[in-house]
């Protein structure tokens, strides 16, 4: 996720107002890109909207002129990496290569090691966990 944070970032950092806090205003915009691609390489079924989320995070550093651009780079860019997690998560991989386990526990309470369903944080047998905690959030 590493390099999609920094693209982001190498394509806004030159868009940023220009005042006394303009060093303050860069600093804040990396790590705004880093927890947003952080969160959805790792969390990225409960993160949702992930591009207005970042952008929210971060328009205060542009000038009203430059929002519109700003926010088509960070939702190009969140697009592209939401896409590549996807894809490795279909092919049962975290972002960093190695393989997904089951979020749930097992009744002894050590973690679950299996593999979890495509496009899922559980396994066969803690499906149901997913579907309560979807019906709860719907609720
Ligand atoms: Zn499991």
């Known amino acids: ?10 394509e806004l950092s030159p868009l940023v107002i220009e005042d006394g806090m303009s060093v303050e205003a ?12 952080s969160r959805l390489a790792k969390d990225r079924h409960y993160f949702a909207r992930p591009a207005r989320s ?3 995070d971060i328009r205060i550093h542009f000038p009203m002129t430059r929002q519109m651009r700003v926010y088509r ?15 490795r998560e279909q092919e049962g991989l975290s972002i960093d290569g190695t393989p ?9 309470g050590t973690p679950c090691q299996r593999v979890p ?6 396994c066969p ?15």
């Open 117 to 122: 369903l495509p496009g899922s944080k559980y």
């Open 54 to 56: 970042l952008f929210n």
């Open 100 to 108: 997904l386990c089951c979020h749930a526990s097992t009744r002894k």
């Open 73 to 87: 780079v960070v939702d190009r860019y969140m697009s592209v990496a939401s896409g590549y997690v996807a894809q």
């Open 125 to 139: 047998s803690h499906k149901h966990l997913e579907e309560t905690f979807v019906e709860i959030a719907a609720a």
């Open 26 to 37: 860069r600093r804040d915009l990396l790590e705004a890109c880093e927890r947003a691609f």
């Open 1 to 10: 996720m590493y390099q999609f944070s920094r693209a982001v970032y190498r």
